[in-house]
């Protein structure tokens, strides 16, 4: 069955640097997103993509976020400047139509120091 | 706002069967998710039903869905040891656009 592949599974770094988080979506979805968990928090929601722009975005997903599709299977976060409560699982999330389910990668799990 | 709420914790004695409840607010919501958690893994779908639908059975598993109340359930039969693991309930809301909102998860844990 295919799936949404996420690289890396643990990625650390420093404050104040830029990372990028990696996803592959399931190949023939149209609609792409972004979620956060805290640990031991809620899944939260950062922002949703469909036809190369945002649709929707939280109001954690400031300006110290972006979103990209660079090509036509990979979907990108990018956190400049990170801060050390930006340190969570990031999940990439994908789906055909507005009324199918979200299927999941494994996440990213970010850890600032 | 909209919410979805669960109780956290759930024990079961393995083979008994579990239940796992949660109650939304959006009374728009389309589709009403189950997803599995398994410790550091990512969110498995486990199952779903449309909002004009009353239940939905898949093999182990039973979903109950009281519109009027606005509560889902989760049933389990026969829970297992590898049924271990954090129940996310997430509705679909319309007025959002596209994105979901989660439960905060129910961390069931199944006794031998």
């Known amino acids: 069955e295919p799936e949404v592949t996420q690289t890396p599974s643990h990625q650390v770094t420093q404050m104040g640097q830029e990372v990028i988080l990696r996803c592959v979506p399931i190949?023939?979805?149209?609609?792409f997103y972004w979620y956060r968990q805290i640990l031991g928090q809620k899944v939260e929601f950062l922002v949703s993509?469909?036809?190369?722009?945002?649709?929707?975005k939280s109001e954690i997903f400031d300006d110290q976020f972006s979103v990209e599709r660079p090509d036509g299977s990979n979907f990108t976060l990018k956190i400049r400047s990170t801060k050390l409560e930006d340190s969570a699982m990031y999940f990439c999330?994908?789906?055909?139509?507005?009324?199918?389910?979200?299927?999941f990668g494994n996440g990213t799990r970010l850890t600032v120091t | 706002g909209e919410d979805v709420e669960q109780s956290l914790f759930l024990s079961v004695r393995e083979g008994d069967s579990s239940v796992i409840n949660c109650t939304y607010t959006?009374?728009?919501?389309?589709?009403l998710y189950w997803y599995k958690q398994e410790p550091g893994a990512g969110l498995q779908l486990l199952t779903y039903?449309?909002?004009?639908?009353d239940m939905k059975q898949d093999q182990r598993l039973t979903v109950l869905l009281n519109k009027k109340d606005k509560h889902l359930s989760l049933r389990i039969a026969d829970t297992q040891t590898g049924d271990s693991a954090i129940y996310f309930c997430?509705?679909?809301?319309?007025?959002?656009?596209?994105?979901?909102?989660f439960g905060p998860g129910t961390r069931l844990s199944v006794l031998p």
């Open positions: 999330a994908s789906r055909d139509n507005r009324d199918s389910p979200l299927h």
């Open positions: 190949s023939n979805h149209l609609y």
């Open positions: 993509f469909y036809n190369n722009e945002i649709s929707e």
């Open positions: 959006d009374s728009s919501s389309t589709y």
């Open positions: 039903i449309f909002s004009n639908m």
């Open positions: 997430a509705e679909s809301i319309r007025n959002y656009g596209q994105n979901f909102v």
